[in-house]
Each structure stands twice: as C-alpha cells, then as structure tokens.
C-alpha cells in the first residue's frame, strides 16, 4: 500500500481524497430471480402459501441448519410472533439490549411485553451476559439476544442462563443472515429465530421477515399466527392438504410469490457473499492492525466459526485518539472517501418510542412494574453511541482488495493527521 505518511493535507481540509473507488451497488440480483419473477406474473399465483415459499422456507432451513422456517411479512412481526409462540404473554419481562433497532422491543411491547433493557459489550455490542443475570426477576420470561451488526452473541453464556432459569431464547438475527457459533446457525440455536429481509439486509425482498425453529409446536404457532389462525397438522405434508385451525389470534402477516423468488435469488449468492466479507473484513482488521491508530474491528470470539456481516463493527479507542472524537475522525475519513456510520440510538432514548412520556404511542402499561426508562442509562450502551462504535457498512465488503486498500489508506491518513482533524472538526462545530 502506498504510504501518505507526513504533511497529506486532508480531504476535508481541501486536499485529495483518497478513495476512487465505490462500494458495490446494494441489493444484487441474477438473472434466475428474472426468469421465475415472470413466471410468477404470468401464472397469476402471487400470494397464499406458493409453490417459491415453500421452496425458499425449505433451502433457508438447510442453509440455517434449522428443522422449520416460517416466511413472514417483515422482520418486527417475526418477533412479535416468536415472542407468543414460546410462550410470552403479557405482564412477562423480556430482557432487551439497550442497544439495537427500535423494532426488537416494540414487538414485545406490542404483545403486551415489558421489556427490560440490559447492558451490551462495550466493544461486540452484544448482549452482556452478566447484565443479563442481573436483570432475571420472577417475572422474566425470555431474552432476546440480537446479533447485531457483525459480531454474534455469547450464545453458550446465553443458553446457560436461559437453561438455569427456564427462560426462552428468541435470537434476532435481523443482521446476520448465516453466522455461525461453533457450526450452529445463528437462529437455530435459541427456541427461535427471526430474520428480517428489508432491503438493506444481507438477504433481501425488499422488505419480509422468516422465524426458524427446532421446535414442531412453535413452527406450528408462528405458522397460525401469521396464517389467520391455520396452521399445518404434518408440516413435512403439502400445506394445503393438511391445514386446520390452531386456535390462535392469527392474523396476515404472510411472504408473497414475488417476495419468495428474490429471497431464492439472494439465499444461492449468500454463501459466497459471506465468505468474501468474511475475507475483506480479516483484510481490514490486520490493516488497521498495521496502522496502530485509535480505530481497530472489534474483536471477534473464536467460537464464531462463521460471522455473516450487516456491517463490519469497528472499536475507536478514545485513549488512542489524541483527544479527537469519534464524530470528528469520521467526518474526517468520509471526505476521504471512506463513510463509516455510527449505531442506532440506546432504545429507551429512541424520540420514536417516546418510552418515558404520556404521549408514548405503546400501549401504556402499568408505570410501577415498568423499568424506569426516563432514567435509565446504560453505560455500554451510551458510550458506543457517544464515543467508540464506527461501522463500516456490508457492501464495502463485497468490494475488491485493492478498493479495501484504499479504504485502509484513508483511515491511515487521517489517523496520522490528528491534529489537524481536531482544528477540521472545531471549525465545521463554529459555523
Ligand atoms: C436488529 C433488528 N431487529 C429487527 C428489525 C426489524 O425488521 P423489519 O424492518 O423487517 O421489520 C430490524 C430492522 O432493521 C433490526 O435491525
């Protein structure tokens, strides 16, 4: 790699910008999923149990190494109807990450939940298992370990615990479509899995959602809950010879022909994706190795024998920085090229959910049993958002060596121009 040691002038200082190149345009289809979408259309069978679904419910078992799949409409119904399928009802504790997507507490809001939020690793963002343990009341019914971005939970800690109080484990594997702990698929693990598809996701339709399980009764409940109440009596039969009423409070959530067929597509190319990211992401982990400077991949568990990527989770060590912030090293590197954004919000501070407020559009439960959210401030959670959490998105890592090269030169760069960074970043704050 070219070295820009010395006197480079920053991008965002009027210099030249390191990186030429792009990342790979997301989502990415083939021209099978062409073919069978106009099949599709023209046989006019587009929804209700299709002969796609059920085809992709099968391969995406295979490839998680789960019993069932389930095809539902998006990823947040998912949870809500694992939650219910492993048997949370309302006035249960769910333990939550403080830091994920909004949508993995709502769902077990919306059926009545109370969530309890639980501090993460200050480097995986992972759920932290001796957080967990802490937050075990008699109340507590299940946890949901949300595999975010691209390191997995400590899914032998989490299962421990789980066993030792009876507690169900519903994973959220939204971002990590295919990893694996010690060759079990993230989703097959738990007493469910559920996996979103929106388009941003490393398995696509643009928006869906799946629930794996090892488990025939849960199978059959996520199947009646999204299937107005039917489910099958033999799921290894044809679905149509053999539904019955489930006597659940079913409703529509169903994955559609069109859906199925892109999900088929991406499910034949994700191997193969994983394994490249997999590839880019030791490049850009001995890369920054090599560089020294403040940002570093956050460390990976050798437990994890396969970790699929939503984004590569990166560490940005305040005492390696030289008093420059997060916020100003990224604003820095993103003129030169290399855009690494931060994660989501602590949940219970989402202006979304407004948890703490009258206003709060969740069902409004009962305040004396509901963890004091207005107040709560958990300090791994806080401090990945405020100073040490960068990612560097999944389509980098579909990109070239020589593109991840450049990405490294930037990061190089403006590591060594710290202090000029610093004065970048207090001018841009002065305006
Ligand atoms: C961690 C996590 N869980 C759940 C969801 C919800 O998925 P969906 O948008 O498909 O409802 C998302 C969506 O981004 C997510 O990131």
């Known amino acids: 790699m070219v070295s820009i040691r010395k006197q480079a002038v920053l991008a965002v200082e009027g210099g030249t910008k390191t990186v030429t190149g792009g990342a790979p345009a997301w989502p990415i289809s083939g021209a099978q999923e062409v073919k069978w979408m106009t099949e599709v259309v023209k046989s006019g069978k ?184 039917w489910a099958p009596k033999d799921p290894k039969k044809s679905w149509f010879d053999n539904l019955a009423p489930a006597n659940r409070y079913g409703h529509n959530y169903r994955l559609n022909e069109m859906q199925a067929v892109l999900l088929r597509g991406g499910l034949s190319r994700l191997a193969a994706q994983t394994a490249l990211r997999e590839q880019r992401a030791t490049q850009f982990r001995k890369g920054l190795e090599a560089i020294g400077g403040p940002l570093r991949v956050a460390r990976r568990d050798p437990r994890i024998t396969r970790q699929a990527y939503y984004a590569l989770t990166c560490y940005y060590d305040p005492a390696k920085s030289g008093g420059v912030n997060k916020h100003a090293f990224a604003h820095a590197l993103a003129a030169e090229g290399c855009s690494m954004g931060g994660p989501y919000w602590p949940v219970y501070r989402t202006p979304l959910l407004n948890l703490y407020d009258r206003t709060s559009p969740i069902p409004f439960r009962d305040l004396k049993k509901m963890q004091d959210y207005k107040h709560l401030k958990l300090p791994n959670t806080e401090r990945c958002v405020e100073e040490t959490c960068l990612l560097l998105g999944h389509a980098h890592l579909l990109g070239r060596a020589a593109y991840i090269n450049q990405l490294l030169a930037a990061v190089r760069k403006v590591s060594d121009n710290l202090p000029a960074v610093k004065r970048a970043w207090e001018k841009k704050s002065k305006k």
Not at 91 to 100: A, C, F, I, R
Not at 112 to 136: H, M, Q, R, W, Y
């Open 46 to 229: 587009w929804s209700w149990l299709g002969q796609h679904e059920r085809a992709f419910c099968e391969e995406y078992s295979r490839f998680i190494g789960s019993t069932y799949t389930v095809g539902l409409a998006n990823g947040t119904v998912t949870l809500q109807c694992a939650l219910q399928a492993v048997g949370v009802v309302p006035g249960d504790e769910v333990l939550v990450p403080g830091m994920t997507w909004c949508a993995t507490a709502q769902a077990a809001m919306d059926i009545g939940a109370n969530v309890v939020f639980v501090d993460i690793d200050p480097e995986t963002l992972a759920i932290d298992p001796a957080s967990i343990e802490k937050a075990i009341t008699r109340r507590t019914k299940a946890i949901i370990p949300v595999h975010l971005y691209g390191c997995m939970c400590d899914m032998d800690a989490i299962m421990k615990i789980a066993r030792k109080h009876k507690l169900k484990v519903v994973e959220d594997v939204a971002h990590q479509h295919g990893s694996q702990w010690k060759g079990k698929g993230a989703g097959a693990i738990g007493d469910a899995g559920s996996f979103s598809f929106q388009q941003s996701k490393v398995l696509t339709c643009g928006e869906g959602g799946a629930v794996t399980t090892n488990d025939v009764d849960v199978y059959k409940t996520v199947f009646a809950l999204k299937q107005v109440g």
